[in-house]
């Protein structure tokens, strides 16, 4: 009995996001079909595999954006799949848009300054109640702003109007925006996807940091150079199921593996 607690105990230490039997269906078209894996805390784990093979639907399912039909979503201990998206967001799991969606028109700063409020739903509301206190919070969101533009490599472009970013320097500014809430944990969509090449070595230098600092990092990704080279493990989708699973060079050999990337390659 008291074996089997301390492994549950060791089980919740280690594992920070879980997923089991997680399916989602679009008409007859099954994008998420059963997918459980594990990410353990501390970890730079990729998630890859070919185009359609479920992976962002999987984003959505986990930071709430939609409702898995079946399975269970658990993170730091509690589930958290049934909960509004900002009750997610609030627990520490932010997650970044395959397709940047910044507001065009707005700085740099502004947008970063806005995440939060945007993500907190019933806060703002007892916020906006207690003008004293939304100016104090204001003042400590420009603060965290300059800070995580300072992290993001973007504190020179704070003034600029965010549609004039770069593609490259878009997904900067994806990050910033989650790291306005301390996340503990952070899903990057296809962040190398049009980023020029020594924006991308900033990108990768920023998470490398940030993970180091205790960030858990699950990313998607197309690039298999950065996938190599910086996550471990790495997870591979096909299919709306989890095909394989390891260390980067072991996943790269699977005959299964490879067969589902040249299966695309064939068909589409
Ligand atoms: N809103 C939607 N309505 C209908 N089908 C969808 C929707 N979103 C995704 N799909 C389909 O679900 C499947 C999985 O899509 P998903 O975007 O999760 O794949 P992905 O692994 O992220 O692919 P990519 O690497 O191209 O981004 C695809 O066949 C896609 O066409
Ligand atoms: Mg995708």
């Known amino acids: 009995m008291t074996g089997s607690d301390s492994g549950a105990a060791r089980g919740r230490a280690s594992t920070l996001l879980s997923l089991r039997g997680v399916a989602k269906a679009y008409g007859s078209l099954r994008a998420v079909d059963g997918?459980?894996?594990?990410?353990?805390?501390?970890s730079l784990t990729a998630l890859i595999g070919p185009n359609g093979a479920g992976k962002t639907t999987t984003f959505d399912l986990i930071a709430a954006a939609?409702?898995?039909d079946a399975g269970e979503i658990v993170f730091d201990g509690q589930r958290i799949d049934g909960l509004p998206p900002d009750r997610v967001f609030q627990r520490g799991l932010a997650r970044t848009f395959q397709v940047p969606r910044p507001f065009a028109n707005m700085t740099v700063l502004e947008n970063v300054m806005l995440?939060?409020?945007q993500q907190a739903g019933e806060r703002f509301w007892n916020n906006w109640f207690a003008p004293g206190r939304v100016r104090a919070q204001e003042r400590a969101a420009r603060?965290?702003?300059h800070q995580v533009l300072e992290v993001c490599a973007l504190a020179g472009k704070a003034g600029d109007l965010a549609g004039q970013l770069s593609g490259g320097q878009q997904k900067l500014l994806e990050l910033a925006r989650v790291l306005m809430i301390e996340p503990k944990m952070i899903l990057l969509d296809e962040p190398a996807a049009g980023v020029n090449p020594a924006l991308l070595e900033t990108l990768i230098d920023?998470?490398?940091l940030?993970?180091?600092q205790g960030i858990t990092f699950l990313l998607i990704e197309h690039n298999m150079d950065m996938v190599m080279r910086?996550?471990?493990?790495?997870?591979?989708m096909a299919q709306g199921r989890v095909l394989a699973q390891g260390e980067p060079q072991a996943v790269r050999e699977d005959p299964q593996?490879?067969?589902a990337y040249l299966g695309e390659v064939a068909h589409g």
């Open 143 to 145: 603060d965290r702003a």
């Open 66 to 68: 939609r409702r898995p």
């Open 230 to 236: 910086i996550c471990n493990p790495v997870i591979v």
């Open 257 to 259: 593996v490879i067969d």
């Open 35 to 42: 997918a459980s894996f594990d990410v353990a805390r501390g």
């Open 210 to 212: 940030l993970n180091r």
């Open 115 to 117: 995440a939060p409020l």
């Open 206 to 208: 920023r998470v490398q």
